[in-house]
Every structure is written in structure tokens, then in C-alpha cells.
């Protein structure tokens, strides 16, 4: 809401999914300034103001976990960007070996899926680098964050979202460098 490309959020669901242990789906909808972003639907004023993202309308997926980024496929089309963090986060069921038939699909399985739906796929263990250059995985999220920031570096205005950042982090300047990380990850 600090950039002035972003007129309104018009709606947000966030959701917990249980059989994943606390793993969360949350949606953001934003009306962006249509002299930066068109749509290109014949939107009606009530799909502008609903909560729900509809189906493949999404133009940024920022997918935390490989699994969960599959299950919600049907946001996905050829104008969606898809940041998928390839640290897998396994089932209970699974780790249990009480579901013997079913099997976790591998990195390189669902990235050909995003592939084949997403208009970019950008794909690697966040986890892992916020490990060796931060010293700990729970900046991930935030690399991401950065990530997608300068995909649409037209419409989120990065001095916003780091003015942000210090606000609700209150000092913790990791959360910045994690942030810079991912921003610098995209070269164009």
C-alpha cells in the first residue's frame, strides 16, 4: 500500500492446511495503477473486489514449499511468475511411512509442471542459501521476498517494502540483508 502503483488491496484469504502441519496458502489480491499494469480480462467490479484470487489469474506465486505450490496449480497461467523454493517440507504421512503407496513427487517433477503452465519458473533451495549466507534458514521467506520484488520491480517499489521490513522487524538488519540477497539474485 506505500507505492503508489498499488491503488487498493482489495482482498486477502490466508488459509491453514492441517494435513501439512501449520503449512498456510495465503492470497493477496492489489489493484495496480492501469498505466503500469493492464489486465487483460474483462473484469467485472465484483471479481476486482472479491477475496479470491480466480483461477489462473495469479501473476506472482511465491511458493514456500514444492508441494504446496503444486496444490494450488489453478492459480497458475502463462502470465504468472512462480518463485519456488525447492526445500521440501515432507508430509507427516510420509515421514511415517504410514502411506507407503503414495510418494513425494521429486524438484524436478513439479518444476516441469510449473513449467508447463507458469510464464516463468525461477527455482532453488532458498533455505539453503539463507544457511550460507546468513548463518540460519529462517531468512528464506525474505530472500523470496526480494525475488519477487524485483521481478516486478515496475509496481513494488523496493524502498517501500524495506522501509517496511525495519518496521515490523525493529532493528533485526538481517532481515534487510536477506531481502538485498534475493533482490540481487535477479539480473535485468
Known amino acids: ?83 519456488l523454493n525447492t526445500h521440501r517440507l515432507y508430509p507427516r504421512n510420509v515421514i511415517i511411512g504410514s502411506e507407503k503407496e503414495k510418494k513425494y513427487p521429486s524438484n524436478a517433477e513439479i518444476i516441469d509442471v510449473l513449467d508447463q503452465f507458469a510464464r516463468r519458473t525461477i527455482s532453488m533451495d532458498f533455505n539453503e542459501l539463507s544457511k550460507i549466507k546468513l548463518n540460519n534458514s529462517i531468512y528464506a521467506n525474505i530472500i523470496i521476498l526480494g525475488v519477487g520484488a524485483k521481478e516486478f520491480k515496475e509496481i513494488l517499489n523496493k524502498d517501500a517494502i524495506i522501509k517496511v521490513l525495519e518496521e515490523f522487524f525493529k532493528g533485526d538488519k538481517k532481515n534487510i540483508e536477506a531481502f538485498e540477497i534475493g533482490y540481487n539474485l535477479i539480473t535485468n
Not at 6 to 11: A, E, L, P, Q, R
Not at 38 to 52: A, F, G, W
Open 1 to 83: 500500500m506505500k507505492t503508489p502503483f498499488v491503488k487498493n488491496v482489495v482482498g486477502t484469504e490466508t488459509r491453514g492446511v492441517s494435513q501439512r502441519e501449520g503449512s498456510v496458502s495465503a492470497t493477496a489480491r492489489y489493484l495496480i495503477d492501469s498505466r503500469i499494469y493492464t489486465l487483460e480480462h474483462n473484469y467485472q467490479v465484483d471479481d476486482l473486489i472479491s477475496p479470491m484470487i480466480p483461477i489462473n489469474d495469479a501473476h506472482l506465486v511465491l511458493g514456500l514449499e514444492p508441494l504446496e505450490t503444486i496444490r494450488n496449480l489453478r492459480y497458475i497461467s502463462e502470465a504468472t511468475v512462480v518463485i
